[in-house]
């Protein structure tokens, strides 16, 4: 039986072909895009101010909503958060990944990935509240500002009110640190990848030519490397865009698009206009990932 089956699958490749692909393209049809099509759609219909359902007619008054001032500044807010974690990331991963690309023995090299990839190990929300510990109050890193006398320094950069807070624990920055930690990985790796495929014998022939190592790293390295670290901006933009976690645990009242999008649909009820807000870091990403392909981002996936 097992070979006439075989035999039969032989003779039909295409057969064979659906087989092992028909199952995930199912999948990615039916649920993923299945649900982006859900919320597509239910965008386009709106809350009656009355009685509080949804009428399902097409209507564009929900995405009028979006461009109110307060949900204005949550989108500000959050386009603001995951570009300056996207440029920090980059500015920590480069030369730790290039020193891992070029510089670090085999063995080295296992051990500094083994140790760049430990976090992803653990488990999100374990670390997200790890870090709420250590940025409270009461936390180590409070106690090592206060050992160094830098508590007044601390109070200090907490009174701005964009970024400060009551505490590293419930403010923006504290919010940004930890952002900056859990996606960090996503940025190293990309980046260690297309370091990597950066021939040892260009940068030798760089400095035969006479550049010197800065002149080396932005005629050479740089241009070589930049499609992982646009491939890491991938993550690291799109991951903080839609996060909903760390704003919950360690921000403070003002809202982020995910929190905006729980408030909506969970306490609200108003799943028009939460499916909008969704919508929004959609149409961001898409044209992300569309200059991010332009650029040559997806060969150093």
Avoid: C, H
């Amino acid at each position: 039986m097992l070979s006439r089956a075989s035999t039969y699958l032989y003779r039909r490749p295409q057969l064979v072909l659906f087989l092992l692909l028909g199952p995930p393209l199912i999948y990615m049809l039916v649920v993923y895009l299945g649900s982006l099509f859900s919320l597509l759609v239910n965008s386009f219909y709106a809350i009656d101010g009355f009685t509080g359902l949804i009428v399902r007619k097409f209507t564009l008054s929900t995405y009028a909503q979006i461009f109110s001032v307060a949900n204005r500044e949550i989108f500000t807010r959050t386009a603001s958060m995951a570009a300056a974690v996207t440029l920090v990331d980059v500015l920590i991963a480069f030369p730790l990944a290039y020193y891992i690309a070029k510089f670090a023995s085999p063995r080295l090299k296992t051990w500094l990935l083994i140790a760049v990839t430990i976090p992803l190990w653990s488990s999100y929300l374990v670390r997200v509240y790890a870090w709420k510990l250590i940025l409270a109050k009461e936390g180590i890193l409070s106690w090592f500002i206060n050992l160094l006398q830098l508590d007044g320094a601390l109070e200090w950069l907490l009174s701005f009110e964009s970024i400060g807070g009551s505490s590293l624990a419930l403010s923006p920055i504290g919010m940004f640190i930890v952002f900056v930690y859990i996606w960090l990985p996503y940025m190293i790796i990309p980046i260690q990848t297309a370091l990597e495929r950066v021939p040892g014998t260009l940068l030798e022939a760089s400095s035969d030519l006479g550049a010197k190592p800065l002149q080396t790293f932005r005629t050479v390295i740089l241009p070589l490397a930049f499609p992982g670290v646009i491939a890491g901006s991938i993550f690291t933009f799109s991951l903080t865009l839609g996060d909903f976690i760390i704003p919950v645990a360690i921000g403070n009242s003002k809202f982020f698009i995910g929190q905006a999008v729980y408030s909506y649909q969970g306490t609200a009820g108003n799943i028009p206009l939460a499916a909008a807000m969704t919508m929004g870091p959609v149409v961001i990403m898409v044209f992300y990932l569309l200059v991010a392909r332009r650029l040559g981002a997806f060969d150093a996936l």
